[in-house]
């Protein structure tokens, strides 16, 4: 499968501090990715990387399988980027969309067909020739998609299109971004783990900077206790799992939701109680409640062996290889 | 307080009949201060648009100078450009000391820090938004200047407001530089001062009144810009 994106060795610092340090990541053409991580993590530092807006200090970004430098700017053309909090144009919002098609050298009955079409996509038809200022904060987010979609770049990056909106500008938003999978590629950055799951067909997780191979959702500082030479994380006092040798001290870990496993109750082993439960694209998440928070993510055919309810106690079993050391 | 308002009451019959003299200064000032201003605009935005846009050692030295110039006594500036333009200094074979050429300079000089500080600050404050809005968009990197510039309109307007009200209404420059010399450089902050000097309080208040009103439409005019920039 032809690559939309392929980043490698990309380290990226403000300063003396790393915000930004991924071995590889490959975005498949036509793909919805999500890249998932808490606030800090470095996705929308990501995002500018991709979209030529800062220049990493070490790495490579190759688009489309051409590799991005200072004279192949040329490439940036297939890659649009709507920030977190779009700034738009001091004109109507059609003006808005058509600046980005009048950059590209598209005629006047052109840039309005394209810029009315993108408008009815994103329900702002009847906006068109309202000033953009006016527009409420879930409309301007609207808009700043619309003024990306009329582009019809190759590439779609996203800065957490969902926050700070009102619950009809976020379907709305949703429904514009399933369009176009298959067509587009779309890099959608969220601290929503619902709305990546939901969304994407794949979701890239960062903290700290790093990709990891993990979802963030249950990221703790636990103690850690010697023993026999060993090196346990105290979950629980109840739930001690060996993570390897070292020192003790707290650590931070992240506890791999995909890899916990839940069963009956049983007499000794450590019982939370089901608090939450939410579908998604293809799993079930889950929330646990206990003497500690936890999220797990089954299979939806996992429900049929261990049917859940809410306040359903369940017994937790984390296995060493879901835990993971930052 | 009967002087004073002798003062008022001969000043609007000045004003009413549109006294010759009084036109004149009015026009000379506004003629100076229009002409000062165009030629800060022109020599200082580019420079502000640069400074906003560009990243160098001492930049922020920079800005923090030009801050600090606004401050700068207009008489500082008026001794400057005498010291500049007199027969001694060296330009003094230029022969423009004591006309409406070098009341023009010192007021540029004047309001030029005012066009920098402000304009830097109005282009600088979008710079961090709009500059990579616009890159996104596909725009060249000249075309995203063009357009910042465009959105910066309602800031960099006020800040040519404001350039144009400080050079109006000073005096050191004008008396220094310009030399008060009736029908030729005197204008309305000078005339005020001779005329009060040597109790005309008539036609100093008459032109006291005038500059007023010149500072209220241009106040006026600012608030009007601010406003518009801060509903969009």
């Known amino acids: ?326 | 307080m009967e002087t004073i308002l002798e003062g008022i009451r001969a000043a609007l019959d000045l004003l009413w009949s549109l006294d010759a003299e009084l036109i004149e200064i009015v026009f000379l000032s506004l003629r100076v201060s229009g002409l000062a201003t165009v030629a800060a605009i022109l020599i200082g935005l580019p420079l502000a648009v640069v400074i906003a846009l560009t990243r160098f050692p001492g930049r922020r030295l920079l800005i923090t100078l030009l801050q600090t110039s606004m401050a700068v006594p207009t008489v500082v500036i008026g001794l400057f450009i005498y010291a500049l333009l007199s027969n001694r200094g060296p330009l003094g074979g230029l022969g423009i000391l004591y006309t409406p050429t070098a009341m023009v300079i010192g007021q540029c000089l004047l309001a030029l820090p005012i066009v920098l500080s402000l304009g830097v600050a109005a282009v600088g404050s979008l710079e961090s938004t709009v500059y990579p809005t616009l890159i996104t968009l596909g725009a060249s990197r000249p075309r995203a200047v063009l357009t910042l510039i465009s959105e910066a309109r309602f800031g960099l307007a006020a800040c040519v407001a404001m350039a144009f009200a400080r050079v109006f209404s000073e005096v050191g420059i004008s008396m220094m530089a310009g030399g008060n010399i009736r029908g030729l450089t005197r204008n309305i902050t000078t005339g005020i001062a001779f005329e009060t000097g040597r109790g005309e309080f008539a036609l100093g208040i008459a032109l006291g009144v005038i500059l007023l009103l010149v500072a209220l439409v241009t106040n006026l005019a600012i608030q009007l810009v601010q406003s518009q920039g801060r509903n969009r």
């Open chain 1, 1 to 326: 499968m032809t690559l939309a994106l392929d980043c490698r060795d990309l380290v990226f610092s403000y300063g003396q501090t790393v915000v930004l340090a991924i071995d590889r990541l490959e975005i498949p053409t036509g793909l919805v990715v999500a890249v998932q991580g808490p606030n800090g993590a470095g996705k929308s530092t990501l995002l500018w990387l991709l979209a030529g807006l800062r220049r990493a200090d070490r790495g490579s970004i190759a688009i489309l399988g051409q590799p991005l430098t200072g004279r192949r700017r040329d490439l940036l053309q297939q890659v649009t980027l709507v920030m977190e909090q779009p700034y738009l144009l001091r004109t109507t919002a059609r003006g808005n969309v058509e600046y980005g098609l009048a950059r590209r050298g598209l005629d006047l009955r052109e840039r309005m067909r394209r810029a009315d079409g993108a408008l009815a996509q994103v329900g702002l038809e009847s906006k068109a020739s309202s000033a953009a200022w006016e527009l409420s904060q879930g409309e301007k987010k609207r808009l700043a998609l619309a003024r990306a979609l009329a582009i019809q770049a190759d590439i779609l990056l996203l800065d957490e299109p969902g926050s700070n909106v009102d619950g009809r500008s976020a379907i709305l938003i949703e429904e514009s971004i399933e369009r176009l999978r298959g067509q587009t590629t779309v890099v959608v950055s969220t601290h929503d783990i619902a709305q990546a799951r939901r969304l994407a067909d794949q979701v890239v997780t960062l903290v700290a900077g790093r990709k990891l191979d993990v979802s963030h959702e249950n990221l703790v500082e636990v103690p850690t206790v010697l023993r026999e030479g060993r090196r346990f994380a105290v979950l629980l006092p109840s739930l001690q799992i060996p993570i390897g040798s070292g020192p003790e001290g707290p650590v931070r870990l992240l506890v791999d939701p995909d890899s916990v496993q839940l069963g009956p109750p049983q007499p000794g082993s450590p019982t939370m109680v089901v608090s939450d439960l939410s579908l998604e694209r293809h799993t079930i998440r889950i929330r646990l409640n206990g003497e500690m928070g936890l999220v797990v993510r089954l299979p939806r055919e996992g429900l049929d062996e261990l049917p859940l309810t809410l306040g359903q106690q369940v017994a937790v079993t984390i296995p060493p290889e879901a835990l993971h050391l930052l």
